[in-house]
């Protein structure tokens, strides 16, 4: 499977971005979908995940950020409200088949895309 991820720029806090990702393959919706991220010096973390029908965030984000899934387009999106300096990281896309208790973890993931640099100023 190969990933697409788009959408990141560079904006102030406050603002929204939404980053998209575009797989290759028609199975996409066969998969569990997450988005990581990872900011200089620092290991890549958990932002969200959609497996089946639910939808995992890490604390940080919850009640600002949204995952969803569009299986007719192979697409999966990251909507980002009221961003934060602390969110500035390149933000990766990943499919996999993580089991439940392993959904945050970023080696449950087979696929990733390249990464879309999201950086927010204070």
């Known amino acids: 499977v190969q990933l697409q991820a788009s959408g990141g720029g560079l904006v102030q806090a406050g603002a929204s971005l939404r980053l998209s990702c575009a797989a290759s393959e028609r199975a996409f919706s066969t998969y569990t979908v997450a988005w990581f991220r990872q900011s200089p010096g620092k290991e890549r973390g958990f932002v969200a995940a959609?497996?089946?029908?639910?939808?995992y965030y890490a604390d940080s984000v919850k009640d600002r950020f949204t995952i969803s899934r569009d299986n007719a387009k192979n697409t999966v999106y990251l909507q980002m409200n009221s961003l934060k300096p602390e969110d500035t990281a390149v933000y990766f896309c990943a499919v996999g088949r993580p089991i439940t208790s392993t959904v945050r973890a970023s080696s449950s993931y087979a696929y990733w895309g390249q990464g879309t640099q999201v950086t927010v100023s204070s």
């Open positions: 959609f497996k089946g029908g639910s939808k």
